[in-house]
């Protein structure tokens, strides 16, 4: 178990928690929007940062699940700034309805966290037409990112703070195809590949503490584009890096959301 405890160059490990990688932040003039927060790590994610004075919005598809989420932080910490909004990310109706929501709200936006997925669901078509996976945990947060960019971009001009995009992944991306993606397959039955399986493996505390560490933490000010794993900087797989492919999957998504 030494390992786990091992700390990086954050001065953190696989065992700190989402409260230890943000004690004594003061996030009380932020506001962040955490998809799937009513369950596992996005309920520990909006907790922790509802905890440091964040003003969260909890995009969750399931209403009723994110009031209790909501009424339990509320409960343990009675300044909880919690709100919540329907947001299913299979249906991209339902995405551009939850931004255009959002903005019309007038709420500034400094962190968008891209943390809600599914995994291992039985083969099914979205209400788009592409397979529900693929739908929920990739193309429904490229619309939600592309379309409250500009909000994100107005709040850093208008605070003068930078604003974070997390997109939560696994290790598990490291199992693919050879090709990375097999775009002319989107939606083969037998093309549903393992996504963010190690999220199951980690207790929820632990789950949240990358995600808190990179969108609270000063240490990674400044810093884009990377891979965390275990609140430190890590190398993700080659696929991942592939700025071509990037490119193919950026170009891809485009036309499907248009």
Known sequence: MWLFKRKGASGFSYSSTAEEVTHGIDGSCLTAIVTGASSG????????LALRGVHVIMAVRNISAGKDVKEA?????????VDIMELDLSSLASVRKFAADFISSG?????????????AIPFILSKDNAELQFATNHLGHFLLTNLLLDKMKETACETNRE????????????VTYREGIRFD???DQQSVCIFQFHKLLLKTVLGASTTCYVALNPQVKGVSGKYFLDNNLATPSAMAKDMDLAKRLWDFSMDLVK
């Open 73 to 81: 932080i509320v409960k343990e910490i009675p300044a909880a700034k």
């Open 185 to 187: 397959k989107i939606n």
């Open 107 to 119: 709420h500034l936006l400094n962190i968008l966290i891209n943390n809600a997925g599914v995994m």
């Open 163 to 174: 604003g974070r995009i997390v997109n939560v992944s696994s290790e598990a991306h490291r």
């Open 41 to 48: 790590i996005g309920s520990e994610t909006t907790r922790t």
